[in-house]
Antibody, heavy 117, light 110 residues
Framework: EVQLVESGGGLVKPGGSLRLSCAAS????????MNWVRQAPGKGLEWVSS????????YYADSVKGRFTISRDNAQNSLYLQMNSLRAEDTAVYYC??????????WGQGTLVTVSS | QSALTQPASVSGSPGQSITVSCTGT?????????VSWYQQHPGRVPKLMIY???HRPSGVSNRFSGSKSGNTASLTISGLQAEDEADYYC??????????FGGGTKLTVL
């Protein structure tokens, strides 16, 4: 059974930094592209970033480009999101998600990031 | 990376069919057959219902179907059931090698 467990969320001040982690199990982690998707409270889904299995292809939404960095450690079956220069509009639940082709398959339960002074 | 356009809400009675539209551009929906649909019940994580425009993952009811014409994709739910009441999101691959979601559609089963 696929398990994705996010951690690292919390309250941070505007301009601050946070690092999210996602521990994966139950599938061949290194062969899957992984994504971060966020959902602001009461709002819709927003794709944030994607990283290919072998760490070759990395993509970001314009809204986070230059501020967020996605990475993975295939030996540790872990996905990360380093978030810098955080803004109020980054407040959301952040989901770790596996990707097939360009469809999003399995979702973690999410970790809440709140950016507020 | 403008969001895809979905109606804010749709409704239907049990047993009826409804269609949710999702309009993009020639840089996303119009160019690629990588449109997906997700169902999200309140307090739950999204669930993949349709991928690559028309394909259903294993375990998804055949009451759910997808289609595309030009820059607009559609999700049709036939034989509407109370359990179908949820938010529905479309997504598409884009020419920037990114993913874009629609704003979401709230389905109410009357």
């Amino acid at each position: 059974e696929v398990q994705l467990v996010e951690s690292g969320g919390g309250l941070v001040k505007p301009g601050g930094s946070l690092r999210l982690s996602c521990a994966a199990s139950g599938f061949s982690f290194s062969t899957y592209s992984m994504n971060w998707v966020r959902q602001a409270p009461g709002k819709g889904l927003e794709w944030v970033s994607s990283i290919s299995g072998p760490n070759i292809y990395i993509y970001y939404a314009d809204s986070v480009k230059g501020r967020f960095t996605i990475s993975r450690d295939n030996a540790q079956n872990s996905l990360y999101l380093q978030m810098n220069s955080l803004r109020a509009e980054d407040t959301a639940v952040y989901y770790c998600v596996t990707r097939g082709g360009w469809e999003l398959l399995d979702w973690g339960q999410g970790t809440l990031v709140t950016v507020s002074s | 990376q403008s969001a895809l356009t979905q109606p804010a809400s749709v409704s239907g009675s049990p047993g009826q069919s409804i269609t949710v539209s999702c309009t993009g551009t020639s840089s996303d929906i119009g160019r690629y057959n990588f449109v997906s649909w997700y169902q999200q019940h309140p307090g739950r994580v999204p669930k993949l219902m349709i991928y690559d425009v028309t394909h259903r993952p294993s375990g998804v009811s055949n009451r759910f179907s997808g289609s595309k014409s030009g820059n607009t994709a559609s999700l049709t739910i036939s034989g509407l059931q109370a359990e179908d009441e949820a938010d529905y999101y479309c997504s598409s691959y884009t020419s920037s090698s990114t993913l874009v979601f629609g704003g979401g559609t709230k389905l109410t089963v009357l």
